[in-house]
DNA sequence: TTCCGCCCTCTTGTATGTAAGTATGCAGGG
DNA sequence: CCCTGCATACTTACATACAAGAGGGCGGAA
């Protein structure tokens, strides 16, 4: 368990929040793994806090379905479910989708020009292969998209679902060739807005969200055991 | 205020999940009026459970937005905000109407029955003018779609987010003819799915979802401090 | 050997105590 | 009269103590 100690004080916000973020990241990079039971009086333990701001942070985790809470028995982390990786995808794809179509009739010139300008940083953020950059430039073109179609919520929600779909990419490993399709795919976004076609951007985009997809089976077959076996 | 102590051991769950489910239905009530401000003491007091199952009622509140928290200040009911109330019915019309979609190709005759005979309770109970049973019959109704779409998680996150709609609702008069022409657009979206025709599913559908929202100008007459002031 | 019952430990849920910060009312000086 | 400074009463955030229940190990009886 690579959670340790969090440094207090630091201006970061109220305890409860700072272990939420930590667990939550952990989750997420699998570094506790689908299925492993954590323990609040652990947690506390290693984090130097009291109990209190862990079952908060546990709360929160529970209502995002990243664990689930059994009274008198344990908390555990969720294993994978390809339900749930669905449904997390369907609610990004049905939302973002929504938001481009508006962008795409609200967005001027300077905004388009600005997407275009974040583009670019990305094609040079992808020559380098440089994964982690490219996530937070990625995370930034879909919520500018939400951003210009006036509805910045939207990529609020599809940030907290999100999170489920990068636990499962996460475990894929890196295709040589994935930053640069993301790239190309960008620029077809951009490139339907540029034009003001709802319908193009939205199909663009949802081509886009669907590749995340791709993986799951063989990423399934290669970490059976961090998945749910299924209910026929 | 008409939160009252609430009956342990009925086997209704945890304490934490009672406190929360009254006091947001208080909140959607508008028993707790927009802008007061809550004390954890009192409300443990009222409702004879300690201040940790508040807090945590409260927490939840939060993320719902329905509550917002000022360190050692105090909590208090969000105003209701034009842009939340917009936000709301944009998530939940971009995922109603893409789970409608999915419906209109995945459901078999027998769930088509079974949805027109949920229609016409519907018709009966509205007869009657009993909002009461009719709010539980229409969501029965958005659930089923969400349901024969294969993603009940699209209802889930809809019925959240419609805490925020109908909180709005209850301020509006009751109009005399509401319940028949709620029925009316409801066997609309019927008939769309019995012919299989996502298209029109999903344009009848997102017409009946946005009459919610026309009374929104005129309640905002009616009470204007429940109201934020917008910032241009 | 196998099964039943007890006990002990660990878990979450709840209650209560402590700390720290903000708004408010009042007293006093200009 | 008006402004300033402080004491006080509140608030939430966090820490700690207690309660209730589930699971597993162990011993004894059949």
Redesign the interface.
């Known amino acids: 368990m690579r959670i340790d100690r969090l440094r207090r004080g630091s201006g970061a916000g109220?305890a409860s929040r700072q272990v939420y973020r930590a667990l939550r990241d952990a989750i997420i990079a699998t570094e506790f793994e689908p299925g492993q039971r954590i323990s609040e009086n652990e947690l506390a333990e290693r984090l130097a806090v009291s109990r209190t701001p862990v079952?908060?942070a546990l709360?929160?985790l529970r209502?995002e379905r990243f664990v689930q809470i059994v009274?008198q028995l344990g908390t555990f982390v969720t294993r994978i479910s390809a339900a749930a990786v669905e449904?997390a995808q369907?609610?990004r794809?049905?939302?973002e989708?929504?938001a481009v179509r508006l962008a795409a009739t609200r967005a001027d010139d300077a905004d388009i020009a600005a997407l275009g300008g974040l583009v670019r940083r990305q094609a040079e953020v992808s020559e380098f292969g440089d994964h982690e950059h490219f996530a937070v430039l990625d995370d930034e073109f879909h919520a500018a998209i939400c951003e210009l179609a006036g509805?910045p919520?939207?990529w609020e929600?599809a940030q907290r679902v999100k999170g489920h779909l990068n636990r499962v990419r996460r475990l894929s490993l890196p295709q040589p060739r994935y930053l640069a399709e993301m790239v190309a795919e960008h620029r077809l976004v951009l490139e339907a807005l540029d034009q003001r076609d709802p319908d193009a951007a939205e199909a663009t985009l949802r081509h886009h969200l669907r590749m995340v997809l791709s993986a799951l089976p063989a990423i399934r077959a290669q970490h059976p055991d961090y998945f749910e076996e299924e209910r026929p």
Do not use: K, N
């Open positions: 109220p079952r908060e709360i929160r209502d009274p449904d369907f609610i794809e049905s939302l989708c929504a509805r919520v939207a929600v």
